[in-house]
């Protein structure tokens, strides 16, 4: 019997990373093998250098062949940059059916009006992620399928990107000789391997901060209302780091990732200091960790405040009563959690990827989110397909588009 195997590639600014996982006879999860590149030709999570790309991608995914002793024909692809977006739609549809029963065909005219919105030519949908329905003026209705009704709306969030940005990546994995089964949000990959659904449907603001851009979803209610992406990521802190004290950028990246800090309270002593390495004709130098940390904390505030006036802005910060979960490499910073909580007065936590079986612990960690979470999102996939197949009742009508089976996922688990 043909193994089933799941495939997810996430191609960041800093590294690109292919897990491999197989579902076993149980239907649960397992981690057979996890490749890792330094990644080339990307910029602020996108794609500029195809044959750099190709290079680091091939790298990638041979090396989680390695690893797992598999051969990989298929998987999913990660997708990011600041051409992400997201929107809010509603559409309207009457119920004509003699016995007024609500149908998934329904939902699917339904859901088919509320993307009826104008799209730029030069930008793709990405994902339609089912909100709420209101039947006949009821609202805040999860699943109306079997509801008696002659009136459903359905309120949606639709996720939309650059077009060639996207082809770009899916050529460049053709390229390297696989096929891309779909391309996903990075940070809705990264979202289904640290959120839970408590805080999901409590609202939730999750971050995922890379090296290149900070990727933002605010969940209420259990589903996306704002997706945004903030072009700048801890890099930034870095090359701060590089200009005020005046070395190189990869002496910088040293120090930040050795010794930097992002909220000064956490300082044992005010007198802690960091070693800059002779360069050149200088000699080592000894400076302030404090000012280290302040460095940091201003650049990271800055981002956090961006994002604050944002969700302001939509009106939409007395929602997230779930706190703020942060993920991705930025997450490592000692103290960033306080600094969130500063600048939201709400609860952070650091977001990790969650156990899953055959991992090892030097991939439990926020840079490895959204690769995981990539094969997480596709395995609900498959057990949401399952358990359709196995409803004799949806049987009939078995004919839900892909793009909406992310929010059914939640009504089964
Ligand atoms: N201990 C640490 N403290 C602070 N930053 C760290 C630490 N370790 C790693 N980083 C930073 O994390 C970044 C990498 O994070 P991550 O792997 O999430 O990025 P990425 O997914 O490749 O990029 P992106 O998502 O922006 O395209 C690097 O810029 C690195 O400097
Ligand atoms: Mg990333």
Request: net charge neutral; proline share 4%; charged share 25%.
């Amino acid at each position: 019997m043909s193994r089933n195997l799941i495939v997810g590639l996430d191609v960041g600014t800093s590294k690109i990373c292919t897990v491999v996982a197989e579902v076993n006879l149980n239907d649960q999860l397992e981690i057979v093998g996890i490749g890792t590149s330094i990644s080339r030709g990307v910029r602020k999570g996108v794609l500029i250098n195809i044959e750099a790309a190709l290079d680091s991608i091939s790298n990638s995914i041979e090396a989680a062949e390695l690893i797992s002793g598999c051969d990989i024909t298929s998987l999913s692809v990660s997708m990011s940059g600041s051409s992400v977006e997201g929107t809010n739609s509603r559409g309207v549809v009457a119920i004509n059916s003699k016995t007024r029963e609500i149908n998934e065909e329904d939902v699917e005219r339904v859901i088919e009006a509320a993307k009826a919105i104008v799209i730029p030519m030069d930008r793709e949908i990405l994902h339609v992620i089912p909100q709420e329905f209101i039947v006949d003026g009821i609202p805040h209705i999860k699943n109306p399928i079997d509801m008696m009704g002659i009136r459903l709306e359905g309120e949606v969030h639709i996720i939309t990107g650059s077009s060639s940005s996207g082809q770009n990546l899916v050529r460049c994995v053709n390229r390297a000789g696989f096929a891309v089964d779909e391309v996903v949000l990075g940070s809705l990959a990264s979202s289904y391997a640290t959120l839970s659904k408590e805080e999901r449907e409590m609202g939730v603001l999750f971050i995922d901060m890379g090296k290149g851009t900070t990727d933002i979803i605010l969940y209420i209610d259990g589903s996306p209302y704002y997706t945004g992406v903030i072009p700048i990521g801890v890099n930034r802190v870095t090359l701060d780091i590089a200009q005020v004290w005046k070395v190189p950028e990869d002496v910088a990246e040293n120090i930040k990732i050795t010794a930097g800090i992002a909220h000064p309270s956490i300082l044992e002593s005010q007198m802690e200091t960091v070693i800059i390495p002779n360069l050149g004709t200088r000699p080592p130098q000894e400076k302030s960790r404090k000012e280290l940390s302040i460095i940091i904390n201003s650049r990271l505030r800055e981002i956090f405040e961006i994002m604050r006036s944002e969700i302001l802005k939509r009106g939409l910060y007395n929602k997230i009563n779930g706190g703020i979960v942060l993920t991705g490499g930025g997450a490592l910073f000692p103290g960033i959690s306080n600094l969130i909580e500063e600048v939201f007065n709400y609860p952070a936590r650091i977001g990790l990827p969650m156990s899953i079986n055959g991992i090892g612990e030097e991939h439990i960690d926020p840079k490895f989110s959204s690769a995981l979470g990539l094969v997480l999102y596709k395995h609900e996939q498959q057990k949401f397909n399952k358990l359709k197949k196995g409803s004799s009742k949806v049987k009939r009508k078995n004919k839900i588009s892909s793009k909406l089976k992310g929010w059914f996922l939640k009504e089964w688990f």
